[in-house]
């Protein structure tokens, strides 16, 4: 199967590239950028001269689309839907990692992101990428929005607890982030000495994807009462989230819950007896390691991923193995 | 005045002597360490090259006590309390930096710290110094238990709301420190290579800070229920702490009793007008900068310190000003 | 006396100021930037809130000098010189920060900045501001040159030993520098994924402070022959340099004019017995660390200096000092 | 083929079996360490986790042999060539990652690393594993040295210009490396505090690489004259080497010999046209960049390493391929 990569050069493209290069069964067709066309790619990232130095293309999607059966879409939100529109109607399968496709509906989409959406219709076609809960509109969709990185982090740990009922619905989820997550383009808030020996907070309680974990949280119980404070980590990937809520459970039947619904989820590590997650044993791969924590009624749950994989492209290429009826794993173990 | 400092080699040691050799009005006439004596400071700390070259005397007590008016302990727990007691008999200024007299109920200091109080009575003499909060216990001690880094960043911000009946008892605090926190002896978990790029909780539901932030905030209320997570940050120095409650009154009430309460608090800075602390804001200073937050009824406050000054040794330099009726912020501007 | 700073919102004004604010003879009467005018320092540096919340002038140069007897400047190499002009002809003490007046001979100035010098008489009065080097001429000056960080870390070592003849001529200068170096403007090399976890040398064989080193220690040794590396460190301020050369002189020798030569310099401390000099004892510092290290004719000299104090604004309030008959200390202990 | 890894739990070991659990004709049989024995190997290493669980074993040799056609030994220097003669007797493959089998002459080891060699004979026959340079020795070999990471970084670049007798035989190694080449043991200069926002030399005029770099290069060029410094960086993997030297022949001249040497060798990549080498671009890869400048006579050559990867691990595994007649690059891209 042939790829393309549309906006191929930030940190989603750079990492979606990378696994694609590994991945058996995909060879990589084109890769665009408007900015950067002309330029071999390993020029703007040298760790692959040698390996991948196929040149950028301009973004002349007619050309991609007779050239590739898969699009990923590596554009700025509100960009995407565009060019997710022009592929979708050539036919090809179209991968989004951007947030135009991750409401089915609109109106929370464009409050949220204040921007009008251009095709409500196709939002509703779009499947919401994490595999380990809609695997089966995933394998039937041929347009999918790939979640946000703080979403998936948080998402995973708590639908299946919500959805049987076993925790409370207030939710309070602290997450911290590694600067890849702001972006490549540089700015006064990336700047290393800015970031370095330095950690805060940001977006507090107006962050975007507060509403994008309501959304599908609603799913699983249409009562979800969440706070979301994100947090800028001296470190270039990685997310942390520390998630309150509470239960009157026993612990063991909220483990066993988690333990049970992600059973055939190769990428989920439930962690038991005390051990706790950390972004260094996430890091680099497709993994969200999990781990619960008890005391009277307070729980804490802990979550890591790397962002720019389980978070972005490695969930991206999940989500493609499972459209093309692939091994979910291929090209991510 | 002079001032000996027990235990000087670790971190809040060499964080203590380098504020009071910048102190107007104290002269440092011992320090000591069994483990380094006869070795010039400067051999451990070379920054302190031709600086403070003063060489490292053993543990004797009896000496120090002779040539000293005011006794910082940097002792690990439970060591301390033999030194206290006995700096103390002498009549000396005793300002204890471990957690032997942060609690007037030894209890709970026993359950915590699983050792034995020998001096209980010498509990209930010690003031608890928070200067911005206990200064007229301060004023009239000769024994001081110098508080917790993490609890410092909790307590001052929660303290007037909690006592002003303005906020809820339910209280979580999700908090991050430096490494510098985990003190100066190399173990697995401050090696290099472990810290740098990680970043994870630690003492999930179990971190002894938790009982000295819940001692200290039942005296504003009762009540107080309190879960507290303390994360490991891949910086040298600084705490940052999100705390979560609820709220029926408006963010200006709660602004203006924050305002109010500390209106001569000259190391207290509130953040208005949206604007975020940063650890980056407080490192190397005695400042807590506070920020509060509110929707609906949720109430996100934000707190930063430099866990080795506001959290160690500049508050211990802060209460000593007070003990000995100086202006608070000699030797810490 | 009072100070302007010209501008005042990079990093070495940001430096400059927190010296100022503890010198004991200064008082800062204007901060200008054209981008910030309006503003209080303090939102741009929220460090200094409370502290320093002057507000930002426009660049009225007139307003300023009617103002202020020193004035500090912080701009760009070329948009310098027009400034130091303008103020040195309203009699005031300007110290420029910029590489403008580094160079006597305005020749080699201009064909390391690719910039016509406007002012060579101007050049030819300036002092070259390394104070442990040129006092008498510091003392005589109302305009300065405030050296390089790469030349102040390299001149210090070298100059003593080459004009006493007892190093050979060719030198080799390896030289690693923090991110602050490179300014506050947000740039791909600046951004914080680019610079973490990596290290680099930059800017090879092609440097344009090889040509300031190079024109200064030629008034030690006319015969200078000098290779020299930047290199860019992962962390946000400190410069080391390991410099070669030979030697056929006993190392003891070569202590010995060191010690002699800056036997009066507060700021120089030079290592015995094998210490090695870090960055991390002279950060925040306005010292200069060497130790020199030998075998058989090989020579090994290193240094280590701030950035941003000993390599400019300390640098700075020092020759002020000097310029002004204060103790050349002063603020800066 | 089954390989053993004795010592498997330091960071060299831990990189070894990251890349031969990819490999394609590899089953890893036994992995030993005393004092981890019994505890799988995920809970020293939890990125393992579900991937690499197996169980730790003592250091049982005469089982190990029974159970494997490889032996790498991760062990610390002198320890390690009791066992490489034990398994090398045993007619095992022997990969030994230590220092103990690079000096053919054991006078110079015993010299540098103050051990007696107890088998001089055994070193005659063992290789020195730079395949870029020795692959026919490899080839032919059973007993095999690792080479040291700095050496590697250093050698590859140095040996075809030393051997044509393009360059100058003075050579001054100013290197620096991340801090997982100390290991993974926790000491007082690996503690995060220390490294982090530091930056020093070690071993200046005395590190043991040095004589290793020395003695390789003596068999290109016998008069070769070396001073190599090694630094810390604040990072956890890479070395990067700026070495100095003269030459009188054009700089087309020394690219081209570097080009023909290499024209082979899958894991060199010359840089031209200026660009630069950096950490980042050889970071978990077994690649060695190099670029070359001139100036006059002068010559600058800048290299880059992973210190596990091609300076420990991943040259191992390339030596195994080639001694097993495997493809090169098996595994390893």
Known sequence: MKAAIIGATGYTGFELIKILLKHPKIQISSITSDTYAGTPYSALYPQLTEI???????????????????????????????????????????????????????TIYETTYKTKHKYPELCKEAAYGIPEIFKKDIQNSKLLGNPGCYPTSIIIPL???????????????????????????????????????????????????????????????ANIDLVFTPHLLPITRGIESTIYT???????????????????SPFVRIYKDG???????????????????????????????????????????????????????????
Chains 1, 2, 3, 4 share one sequence.
């Not at 890849?180 to 975007?208: I, M, Q, W």
């Not at 909220?254 to 055939?264: A, G, I, T």
Request: overall charge negative; proline content about 3%.
């Open 52 to 106: 991948f130095d196929k040149e950028i293309e301009p973004n002349d999607y007619e050309k991609v689309a007779n050239n590739s059966d898969i699009v990923f879409l590596c554009l700025p939100h509100a960009a995407s839907m565009e060019a997710a529109n022009f592929f979708y109607q050539k036919g090809k399968m179209v991968i989004d990692l951007s947030a135009d496709f991750r409401y089915s509906e609109t």
């Open 159 to 221: 639908f299946p607890l919500l959805k049987e009922g076993l925790i409370n619905e207030e939710i309070i989820a602290d997450s911290k982030s590694g600067v890849s997550g702001a972006g490549k383009k540089p700015t006064e808030k990336t700047h290393f000495c800015e970031v370095n020996d330095d950690f805060k907070p940001y977006g507090v309680l107006s962050h975007r994807h507060e509403s994008e974990i309501d959304f599908i949280l609603k799913k699983a119980n």
């Open 246 to 264: 509470k239960s009157d459970k026993n612990i063991d039947i909220l483990h066993q819950c988690l333990f049970d619904y992600y059973s055939n």
């Open 275 to 333: 051990r706790i997650p950390a972004i260094k044993n996430v890091a680099n791969t497709n993994y969200i390691d999990i781990a619960l924590f008890k005391r009277g009624e307070k729980v804490v749950i802990i979550s890591c991923i790397d962002n720019l994989v389980k978070g972005a492209s490695g969930q991206a290429v999940q989500n493609m193995n499972i459209m093309l009826d692939f091994n979910e794993t291929l090209g991510l173990l």
